[in-house]
């Protein structure tokens, strides 16, 4: 069983609907916890980052982390055509550790 | 402008060569990480590197070398052992001691094809 479990997708939603991408884990060392946003053919790049339980709010984007749960997940307010991308979850158990677990990705298409 | 590079961005190779992945840096960062994506699945670390001259084997390293004979340079070799080379390669670097420790910095990928 993998560390990380990310559900799989294909998601495909209308423009200005509300997104929720979602992972759970299963190493309770865990801390860190980040999404990233990779858009076809290109590298990941880093779009939230939550430490601990709670959420972070950032424009449309919303963090949110249950480490009681072990599951986090990504919503996406009033989705955009340019918010088409696949989504990363990954995660962390130290900084300075070295290693991120990362999930499979959830590939999002936002339909004009 | 800083960021990093990843060289060449398609490299295509016969089956039983060995090739080599050119990852540079110029952020300044301590830690670098090879990653293979294969479509429909996540990022699996094939090595990392936290200090010069010093790596460690990631979850996928059969069939993998690396180097790190300087700060900036991290190229990855997939020799002809790896069964199934063909794969998206993606070279990320990390700040190690800053708050922003957590964030990885990932090149543009290299797409190479064996056949």
């Known amino acids: 069983q993998k560390e990380v479990e990310q559900d799989p997708g294909p998601l495909s939603v209308p423009e200005g609907a509300i997104v929720s991408l979602n992972c759970t884990y299963s190493?309770?060392?865990?801390?860190?916890f980040m999404w990233y946003r990779q858009y076809s053919r290109k590298g990941p790049e880093l779009l939230m980052y939550?430490?601990?339980?709670g959420n972070k709010e950032d424009g449309r984007f919303t963090a949110q982390v249950d480490k009681s749960s072990k599951y986090i997940s990504l919503f996406i307010r009033d989705s955009q055509p340019s918010d088409s991308a696949t989504y990363l979850c990954?995660?962390?158990?130290?900084?300075?550790?070295?290693?991120?677990?990362f999930g499979d990705g959830t590939t999002l298409t936002v339909k004009p | 402008d800083g960021g990093i590079t990843q060289s060449p961005k398609y490299l295509f190779r016969k089956e039983g060569q060995n090739v080599t992945l050119s990852c540079e840096q110029n952020l300044n960062h301590d830690a670098m990480y090879w990653y293979r994506q294969d479509p429909g699945q996540g990022l699996r670390l094939i090595y990392y590197?936290?200090?010069?001259?010093?790596?460690q084997k990631g979850d996928i390293a059969e069939g993998y070398s690396v180097s790190r004979e300087k700060k900036e340079s991290f190229p990855l070799t997939v020799t002809s052992a790896q069964k199934n080379p063909t794969a998206f390669y993606l070279c990320?670097?990390?700040?190690?001691?800053?708050?922003?420790?957590?964030?990885?910095?990932f090149g543009p990928g290299t797409r190479l094809t064996v056949t």
């Open positions: 990320a670097s990390r700040r190690i001691y800053s708050d922003r420790s957590y964030e990885q910095y």
């Open positions: 990954a995660m962390s158990a130290h900084t300075n550790a070295g290693k991120s677990t």
């Open positions: 939550t430490y601990s339980s």
């Open positions: 590197s936290q200090i010069v001259n010093d790596f």
């Open positions: 190493n309770s060392a865990f801390q860190y």
